[in-house]
């Protein structure tokens, strides 16, 4: 069988069957809309003054001011921290369980997380030269650009180790040389498309529950002025 084939397969599995793998995973890491509000249900909904989400407490709207520059935000994420951070639908049961997998594999903490809903999340597609409301594609920013769809999955695919499968790596960079873009984005997005189908949906946005993946996720107060 030629080459080609075999990273056509590797991909298919890399973005259908690994998010789904991980609901074996019983570590639950969940993401904080901001350190400063007690631990409670908490949604997000759209700012009537402002293209970047509000966290909504209850029935308290989060009363501090937004930082209306998604540039400064984007600059304060990267500023002592350079490590990429993964954009992912904080509503998606698919997705939080492709999160669970990532943390799982990825020891050495070379990737952060933040949910597309929340306020940093908005900021960051915005300063990427995406919509803020834009959720149909996992994105994964780093301080010299953003990756989406495919790419993004086989970039992260990059900084992962699975035990089971040395071999990742190498395989995820031939299969973005060797493997068309497009058909690739057409594979991603029968999945991406689908996902609320395929696993259901969750009312809140994940926080870290005990604090053990704290320096993963991405505080959501660095998009306060």
């Keep these: 069988m030629n080459l080609p084939s075999n990273i056509l397969r ?3 599995g890399a973005i259908v069957t690994l998010p789904v793998l991980s609901s074996a995973i019983d570590k639950t890491a969940f993401i904080a809309t901001s350190r400063q509000l007690p631990l409670q249900k908490r949604t997000c909904i759209r ?3 402002t293209s970047i989400a509000v ?4 029935d308290q709207v989060y009363a501090k001011q937004l930082c ?3 540039r400064i935000i984007s600059d ?6 350079q490590r990429p951070v993964i954009l992912f ?3 998606c049961n698919l997705c939080n369980k492709g999160v669970n997998l990532a943390l799982d594999w990825d020891p050495k ?4 997380f933040c949910a597309l809903q929340s306020n940093v999340g908005r900021a960051l597609l915005e300063s990427n030269g995406r919509k803020s409301d834009d959720i149909s594609s996992i994105v994964l920013v780093t301080q010299k650009g953003a990756y989406i769809k495919s790419d993004a999955i086989l970039k992260i695919s990059q ?6 499968l040395p071999g990742l790596k190498p395989l995820s960079v031939i299969g973005l040389i060797a493997v068309p873009k497009f058909l690739r984005d057409i594979i991603y997005d029968g999945v991406a498309d689908n996902r609320y189908d395929l696993m259901g949906v969750r009312d809140e946005c994940r926080f870290d529950a005990d604090g053990e993946f704290e320096d993963r996720f991405i505080d959501d107060a660095l998009a306060l002025q």
Excluded: Q
Aim: aromatic share 10%; glycine share 6%.
């Design 10 to 12: 590797f991909i298919i």
């Design 47 to 49: 700012s009537l003054s």
């Design 55 to 58: 966290a909504k407490n209850d």
């Design 68 to 70: 209306d520059n998604p």
């Design 76 to 81: 304060r994420v990267f500023e002592l921290d």
């Design 89 to 91: 639908d904080g509503v």
């Design 109 to 112: 903490g070379t990737l952060r």
């Design 159 to 164: 900084e992962l180790a699975p035990p089971f």
